[in-house]
């Protein structure tokens, strides 16, 4: 199954990282504009690395100037890096706490079935990540897989590490990130050991692993003498255990505008077919009342919001040719019965709609409806990592922007070389 290994990390000087706040980043597909622009101005972020102001050729400049200049060092022993994620969420007062490992991994093909998606990939956003993977020979940020364990193996070897972090911040989130190192080689083989029995989800970073994937495959055409233990086989993942409390998933939203023939009574008319239609009096209560119910969504628009819940002889008269288990999501039901059905943007149009927009604030959807900055939202249930689960085993994909894995992980704690020179450990170790 899954082959991990350690890593000898790229991490910044320690004259640095007394403020590695300051240094760390969000992931290049959640970080936004006004975020990057802040960012830029310091000159060590590693928003220059992860997503670079103008070419790919700039960032690898860049990084060879840092590593000559001592910005970033690498280190000098393998290691195991122990994440921890303390967070919040909304109306709750427990704090959560997602435990996982930083390390590298095999890049296995698809039909492998060892890492298995769960998402699509839009190939522009995969062709700009293998061209600055191929370029700097650096993953500048670890996707995030899940493993299976429910008898918790590593959990202990982590909270004995995490007791001595090496980084601990708050970062953009409002999340407490602390990052810990394991050098031990017994424990590093337990990881290794128990991860090799694994089946992997990807999470979050598809378009990040598939350019890996796309590199390692141009890297073997080129290399008569390849073996598989090159650098540009290995990837950089986050772990996380799918059996932990603390593994949240948040739901994310559909907004809509622009549609020139949306007219509510005639989308109620419409709906009346396949839904229960309740009148909900409070918009803001309408997350609250679909909260658990299977195929229930809520509808706001300016002046009145609606509870629509599937009627279950419905589901029979999906035509789209999924397997079962995605036909049975919420979200497949929504992009299906409420998108293509009542408001016409069919389902092979809807990934590259400019109708349609994703939010993952409940607040925020209530505030652009009233504002008139969008003219519906269709307010969704969060998806469960035993969907998430079943979609994976059956080798199909959920709808686009189906799960928001939270918190997400930052850019800038350590980075990992596949250069050949630096990607090889030491002759003295075991690894």
């Given at each position: 199954m899954a082959e991990i290994k350690p890593i000898r990390a790229w991490r910044y000087n320690p004259e640095l990282t007394k403020d590695i706040e300051s240094l760390t980043s969000p992931l290049f597909d959640v970080v936004s504009e006004k975020q990057r622009k802040k960012l830029y101005q310091n000159p060590y972020n590693s928003i220059h690395l992860s997503v670079p102001r103008v070419t790919s050729e700039d960032a690898n400049n860049l990084l060879n100037r840092w590593k000559a200049e001592g910005v970033v060092i690498q280190d000098n022993l393998p290691a195991i890096y122990v994440y921890y994620q303390y967070f919040k969420l909304a109306g709750s007062p427990r704090e959560y706490c997602r435990k996982g490992f930083v390390c590298h991994i095999r890049t296995y093909d698809w039909d492998e079935g060892v890492i298995l998606r769960h998402e699509n990939t839009i190939p522009k956003?995969?062709?700009?990540?293998?061209?600055?993977?191929?370029?700097?020979?650096?993953?500048?940020s670890a996707t995030h897989g899940l493993y299976t364990d429910d008898q918790h193996q590593l959990e202990t070897l982590m909270d004995e590490a995490i007791q001595f972090p090496i980084y601990e911040t708050e970062d953009y989130q409002g999340v407490r990130d602390a990052l810990a190192v394991i050098h031990d080689a017994a424990a590093i083989r337990k990881f290794m050991d128990v991860i090799r029995e694994k089946k992997i989800i990807l999470a979050d970073g598809h378009h990040r692993y598939e350019g890996s994937l796309l590199l390692k495959h141009k890297m073997q055409r080129n290399n008569p003498n390849h073996t598989g233990k090159e650098g540009y086989n290995f990837h950089l993942m986050y772990l996380t255990n799918t059996e932990s409390d603390d593994l949240r998933i948040l739901p994310t939203h559909r907004l809509i505008n622009g549609l020139s023939n949306l007219d509510e009574r005639v989308i109620l008319k419409k709906l009346e077919e396949?839904?229960?239609?309740?009148?909900?009096?409070?918009?803001?209560?309408?997350?609250?009342?679909?909260?658990?119910?299977?195929?229930?969504?809520?509808?706001?628009?300016?002046?009145?919001?609606?509870?629509?819940?599937?009627?279950?002889?419905?589901?029979s008269r999906m035509p789209w040719p999924f397997p079962e288990v995605v036909k049975r999501l919420d979200l497949t039901v929504m992009h299906y019965f409420i998108i293509e059905k009542a408001l016409g943007i069919a389902g092979k149009d809807q990934r590259q709609s400019e109708q349609i927009q994703f939010d993952?604030?409940?607040?925020?959807?209530?505030?652009?409806?009233?504002?008139?900055?969008?003219?519906?939202?269709?307010?969704?249930?969060?998806?469960?990592?035993?969907?998430?689960?079943?979609?994976?085993?059956?080798?199909?994909?959920?709808?686009?922007?189906?799960?928001?894995?939270?918190p997400k992980v930052i850019c800038g704690f350590l980075f990992s070389s596949i250069k050949e020179g630096e990607f090889r450990t030491p002759e003295y170790s075991p690894f």
């Open positions: 956003a995969v062709n700009d990540r293998v061209e600055l993977l191929e370029k700097t020979q650096l993953h500048a396949d839904f229960i239609i309740k009148p909900v009096e409070d918009a803001d209560t309408l997350n609250e009342i679909i909260l658990g119910k299977p195929w229930a969504f809520g509808l706001m628009f300016p002046e009145n919001n609606y509870k629509v819940r599937l009627k279950p002889e419905a589901l993952r604030s409940f607040s925020d959807c209530l505030q652009k409806v009233l504002k008139g900055e969008a003219h519906l939202a269709i307010i969704t249930n969060e998806v469960s990592i035993e969907d998430v689960k079943k979609v994976c085993a059956s080798g199909a994909t959920m709808p686009q922007k189906s799960t928001y894995f939270y």
